[in-house]
């Protein structure tokens, strides 16, 4: 098996039990560790959180910060834990860097702390898009991987989906 580093850098996924549709995530800590042992999580895989925020006030800046940790990780595969909102504008920004590795992003649209989440699946699939997927970019959300240029996200539908 592929060892798999996992960046978090908050988004819906980990944001708190006190979670609203179409509001800012808050952060009560990171549900992310909780998560990988509930999944019974090999432990090839190793976890590094970067930052909690709601993706909508992710900046260049972070982008930066997030593309020099994944260039840094002796690991050639990685997950990264990203908001919805800003996901394809990272998984763009990412692409364009050419960092010769597999990057999966994934989010949820409903939080791992709340009823019903999309989270914990999504997590999972994301790990195994990251072994199994070539060198690229790539974003991984309920079951469907997409390719940066080729997906947006429906606010409406609350999914990400093809542009055709």
Not at 137 to 153: C, D, H, L, S, Y
């Amino acid at each position: 098996m592929k060892a798999v580093r996992i960046f978090t850098t908050g988004g819906t996924i980990d944001s708190s039990s006190t979670y609203e549709p179409n509001k800012k995530c808050e952060f009560e800590g990171t549900y992310v560790p909780g998560m990988l042992v509930q999944a019974r999580v090999p432990s090839y895989i190793t976890l590094e959180p970067l930052m909690q925020k709601d993706s909508s006030d992710m900046t260049e800046k972070d982008r930066k910060l997030i593309s020099k940790r994944i260039e840094s990780a002796h690991e050639s595969s990685v997950v990264l834990i990203h908001g919805t909102d800003t996901i394809v504008e990272t998984a763009r920004f990412l692409e364009h860097k050419k960092l010769n590795k597999t990057i999966v992003l994934v989010g949820s649209f409903v939080p791992f702390s709340q009823e019903h989440s999309d989270a914990l699946f999504n997590l999972g699939y994301a790990i195994a898009a990251a072994q199994a997927m070539p060198e690229g970019v790539w974003i991984a959300m309920n079951g469907e991987i997409f390719q940066p240029n080729g997906v947006r996200k429906n606010k409406q539908k609350q999914v990400l989906e093809r542009i055709t």
